[in-house]
Every structure is written in C-alpha cells, then in structure tokens.
C-alpha cells in the first residue's frame, strides 16, 4: 500500500507575507519540508526539528525551528507515523513520548468528566450517598504524588506533641520493619517514618508514606512483631489511600476536580487543615476493618505472624485502664474483641510459609525507647493531636 507522505498544513515565517500561509507538509529523507501554493519551499531539518502537538484541536503537530524562526504545522491524520517511520531514532522517539502523554492526558480528562457526571447524577437525584461515592471515587483521579505533597505539607505543621529522635538503636530497628514489609504492602509509595518521644501509646501515617511513631508504643508492645502489625495496619491505610478519600468526602469532589484544573492552593490549604485536625484518622468501620486484613496479609507475606497484630490488641484490651488517658477514645472506634477475632480469622486463612526473626535486640530497642509512664496524662486536644490513634494502629 502506498505509503503517504504529503499532508495538508501550514507554515509560520517572517518571510512570508502576514507570516502565516497554508501549505503542503512533506517528509524528506532527512527534513520536514512545507510548500506553499506560491512555490515558496521552507525545511526544516530532522536535526534542528522541535517537535509539539496542542492547538485548539490538541492534535496539531508542530515542528519548529531551533530558533523558532520557522514553523511548520500539520493535523492531518498519518503524518505522526509517517514522520516517525522516517525520522532518526531520537526525533522517533520524541515522537512516541509525545502521543504516550497525549493519551494518558486524554485518560485523565475521560476521568475527569466521569467524576463531574457523577456529581451531576447525585446533585439531580439530591443523592447523598451518591455524592460521597462520587467524592471517593476522585480519588483515583488525583496523582499519587498528591499524597505525599499533602502529607508532606501537613507533617510541617502538626503538633507531634513530643520531640523527634534519631536514637540510631531506635531508627535502625524501625528500619528494618519497615523494609521488609514496604515491598509487600502494595509498593505504591515510599514510607518514611519519624520516631517522636512521648508517652502516648500511638503512632499514625499521612497520606503519602509518612509515619509518625511514639516512643510510648515501642514500650508497650511485647514483641517487634507487635510493632509490625501496627506498622502494617498504617501501611494499609496510605495504599488504600483512606487519608485521601477522608479529604474529597470533607472538601466535595468538585473541589478536588478543580485541583486537576489547576487551582492548586485552595485545595492544598483546605486538605492541610483537615490532616492537621486529624479529621482523616476517624476512619470508618470499614476502612479499619479493610486495614486490619491488609495487615495480615502484609506481616504474612513478609514472614511475619500476623496473629502479632491481634495480640496487640488484646494486650490495649487488658491495658486500657492502665494506659494513658490519650487513647480512651478507643472506645468510639470498632470494637477491639471483634477485631481481634477477624484477625485471628484471617491469619488463619493467610498462607504463612515461615516466619524470619529480627536480628535486632528487642530488649535494647525498648530501653532506648525510654520508661513506661503509666500515670494519666492530659490528653491532646483534637485540634493539637493529627491522629488520636493511640495503640489502635490508626
């Protein structure tokens, strides 16, 4: 079949009367040549060719000059293959870049629309659960790398209500769990943790990856496989991305589309204010329970005992009375006896090949973590604490 490589466009040029005229786009050997109705020839060579697609239609290909002296323009169908079947490997590849990010964009804004109809279907049919299903499912739209700018931006100005350490016995222990499990828990972002001296038996994750763990939990726990199922359980929060869907449910899905749209800091502010206040860590019943079974499966696949996580558990259950004040609000979250037999449940439906020791000194990492402060304390305000997790893994 004949392969065409003339194509209707035009050209941009000083030289040319008004600086614009149609013309018909050829592909050359080793250029891009533009013949107007006149006979005047302009060419571009492969090498000098700056290559871009937009227009009003976002399928305009441009080809420009490296002194943008000379344009050479075209949105006829073929002539993207038809130049890429001609070009050097590199201008080739440009090629293949550009019309990859053109799709994805075209993905993107399909997603776009899609979340808008949703919102028009629950405005019209006066839907509330449909509106914040809508909410929840803009979710997917937004990059991953909002999390952790949002988590990021909101760690910088919460109150950790205590100091973080870089106790190197401490770091190096929570390193290691960490490691061992980030790779299992979904490998969708990089968790960064920050070990804060308190009391408090808590620990609890932004979205985006960081974590924020307290001396106060380290103690506490009987085990490091304790701490890893608490670990495991923020881990499963920041890939399902409860933190984020917590923040479109608050500010409206409209409000999140239009961060896509460009308007950056309204959103950015509002969703800071709301990580701030620890609005995201009243996670429902649901999201808790969808984090407890990801813990399992993470701690299992890591050569863990996922049972660790339910002893946890029962350890808060008997220890309540005793713990600081900070985490009676346990008792607003679902209930520890029945999480802790669907853990047991699903540990039990988990294959677990093996388990791995740490080769850390337990002991050691728990006298770094400084003594047990048993008696009450005042507990942090809502608007001073991000996450009242206390010990419960959120």
Not at 168 to 173: D, M, S, Y
Not at 308 to 325: H, M
């Amino acid at each position: 079949m004949h392969e065409t490589t003339e194509f209707a466009g035009g050209v941009f040029s000083d030289a040319i009367q008004g600086g614009r005229a149609a013309a018909r786009i050829s592909i050359g050997d080793d250029a891009v040549i533009g013949t107007t109705a006149e006979g005047e020839s302009f060419r571009i060579a492969y090498s000098d060719c700056q290559l871009e697609l937009g227009g009003a239609s976002g399928a305009m290909w441009f080809c420009r000059s490296t002194d943008r002296s000379l344009t050479l323009y075209t949105e006829a169908l073929g002539f993207a293959q038809a130049l890429q079947a001609h070009a050097p490997p590199d201008l080739s590849a440009k090629i293949a870049a550009i019309v990859a990010q053109a799709r994805a964009q075209a993905q993107r804004t399909r997603l776009l629309w899609g979340a808008l109809l949703l919102v028009a279907v629950a405005v019209l049919g006066g839907g509330y659960f449909l509106l914040r299903q809508a909410a929840q499912a803009s979710v997917t739209i937004l990059p991953r790398s909002w999390d952790e700018k949002l988590g990021e931006l909101a760690l910088k100005q919460v109150s950790l209500e205590g100091s973080v350490i870089e106790d190197p016995v401490l770091t190096r222990a929570v390193n290691a769990m960490v490691e061992r499990m980030a790779p299992h828990a979904g490998g969708g972002f990089k968790y960064r943790v920050r070990i804060v001296e308190a009391p408090v038996v808590n620990a609890f994750a932004l979205p985006g990856g960081a974590i924020v763990l307290y001396t106060g939990l380290l103690r506490a726990a009987a085990t490091p496989e304790q701490v890893c199922g608490v670990l495991a359980h923020e881990m499963a929060h920041v890939e399902r991305r409860h933190g984020m869907q917590r923040i479109t449910q608050t500010v409206g899905v409209v409000a999140t589309v239009q961060l896509l749209f460009g308007d950056v800091s309204g959103l950015a502010a509002t969703a800071v204010e709301i990580l701030q206040q620890g609005a995201i860590n009243s996670y429902s019943r649901e999201q808790e329970h969808e984090a407890d079974m990801d813990a399992v499966r993470t701690l299992a696949r890591s050569a863990i005992d996922p049972a660790a996580l339910a002893d946890f558990f029962v350890l808060l259950e008997k220890r309540q009375g005793n713990l600081p004040s900070v985490i009676a609000w346990l008792g607003t979250h679902p209930d520890l006896s029945q999480r802790v037999v669907d853990v047991r449940a699903q540990a039990k439906r988990t294959p677990l090949k093996h388990t791995t020791a740490f080769t850390f000194d337990w002991p050691e990492v728990q006298r770094h973590a400084g003594a047990v402060q048993d008696a009450p304390t005042k507990p942090a305000s809502t608007k001073d604490a991000p996450s009242q997790d206390a010990a419960k893994a959120d």
